[in-house]
């Protein structure tokens, strides 16, 4: 019985990013450097030398959405926006940025293979990444030259330019096992009435079904923490933390006032979630809610509280809560407010960069991802030693040059290397 096992996963967006320009070029119908449409991990990446990821492993093993992500054009066009945001907060604070200087900024966000070389020429001068692009940026924009980084230091750009692409990167994985888990939840219940013998120690052990095996994949995929939850999709940032993680810089911005700093990042934050496209929400006025409303949500949670046969005790505790919450003056609660959404999408301490554990927990995880996916793999590639099941062939596929007949599982191999 011959099973055609592998599907492709459905097409993934490559970059969740707001791009005016490039949408611009689009609908007038030039786009330089654009990606092809396809997605498959195995094609070659016909791009500008600037728009995909390249290492050892990219051209085999990485899909064209992660090259992209990957890429220096994307990285220095958040970066971009990263200025942008702090910038546009800075002239809404009063600080000493004008609405022009923003505009122009604004108005050249995209990264051309020009601006690229012109970094690369002053970061030979000057031997600092961010600061070459810093000038690179100047000379397109001259009004706002001045401006460019004010008050922050290299790490305010670096960490969470890389955050941010950590984020993006963690939504195309979840789409794809989304994707593949849905893919082999359907192969298996179209065979799962289908008899195999199972394997024990990879010795002939007691019947099974074609589906009920595919089943465990599927289960496996679905049983490992959630990348929702386990990565803390609050998309936390490093923020504005400064040189140290204790603002210093911004509170000589903001006349020594923290309230002011608070205020800054706050703002900086909500720029930032307008232009680019990494979590659910980035608007304060979405956190913040009226005393009207904080009553309203206090009374539906008193309603089901109620509902479940809460104690008297505890209902007592929940109104005393919803008492002291709102009668609070409006200030202190709008204060609340904003620590809490700072904390949701910053680290609350940090020093010059972001918690490394972060990068410890996220790696943990892929490899749970990775161990999944590699006993999949393996099991397919056993299975098509004994003609149980088969990868898609093409028509004029050539598995060796020496053997043209042989049908070598090369998906599920490159699956495990990875895993690897």
């Not at 980084?149 to 939504?171: K, R, V």
Request: aromatic share 8%; net charge neutral.
């Amino acid at each position: 019985m011959r099973i055609m096992q592998i599907r492709r996963s459905a097409p993934v967006d490559s970059i969740s990013i707001r791009r005016p320009a490039e949408q611009q070029r689009e609908e007038s119908g030039h786009m330089p450097n654009k990606p092809p449409a396809s997605d498959d991990p195995g094609d070659a990446l016909n791009i500008g030398p600037h728009d995909g990821y390249v290492s050892a492993l990219s051209g085999r093993y990485a899909s064209r959405a992660m090259q992209r992500l990957w890429s220096d054009r994307h990285k220095f066009e958040t970066w971009r926006r990263i200025w942008l945001a702090v910038a546009e907060a800075q002239h809404e604070m009063g600080l000493p940025v004008t609405r022009e200087q923003v505009e122009e900024l604004r108005a050249n966000l995209d990264v051309t293979d020009a601006d690229i070389a012109l970094a690369q020429k002053y970061e030979a001068e000057l031997r600092h990444d961010v600061m070459s692009h810093v000038h690179a940026w100047g000379e397109r924009c001259p009004k706002a030259r001045g401006i460019i980084h004010l008050g922050m230091t290299s790490q305010d750009i670096n960490d969470n330019c890389e955050l941010i692409q950590l984020h993006q990167a963690y939504e195309i994985i979840e789409k794809r096992i989304d994707a593949l888990t849905l893919a082999i939840g359907n192969f298996a219940d179209r065979w799962k009435s289908t008899p195999t013998l199972g394997f024990t120690h990879y010795q002939p052990a007691q019947p099974t079904t074609v589906g009920r095996r595919a089943a465990q994949w599927a289960f496996d995929l679905m049983d490992h923490p959630s990348t929702y939850h386990f990565v803390n999709r609050a998309d936390r940032l490093r923020g504005l933390r400064g040189a140290t993680g204790t603002q210093a810089s911004y509170l000589a911005l903001c006349g020594g006032d923290p309230e002011r700093v608070r205020d800054l990042e706050l703002l900086f934050f909500r720029n930032l979630g307008r232009l680019i496209e990494y979590t659910d929400s980035l608007e304060f006025d979405d956190w913040w809610t009226s005393r009207e409303q904080t009553a309203a949500k206090y009374e539906q949670r008193i309603e089901r509280a109620i509902a479940r046969g809460m104690t008297a005790e505890a209902l007592e505790q929940l109104n005393t809560e919803r008492d002291e919450w709102l009668a609070k003056p409006d200030e202190d609660r709008r204060n609340e407010f904003k620590a809490a959404y700072l904390n949701r999408h910053a680290y609350m301490l940090s020093g010059q960069t972001y918690p490394r554990i972060v990068d410890a927990r996220i790696t943990a995880h892929l490899a749970s991802i990775a161990a999944v996916l590699h006993k999949v793999a393996t099991d397919i590639r056993l299975l098509c030693n004994l003609g149980e099941v088969s990868e898609p062939f093409a028509q004029k596929q050539i598995g060796s040059s020496a053997m043209p007949y042989k049908r070598n599982p090369m998906r599920c191999e490159r699956v495990c290397g990875l895993a690897r």
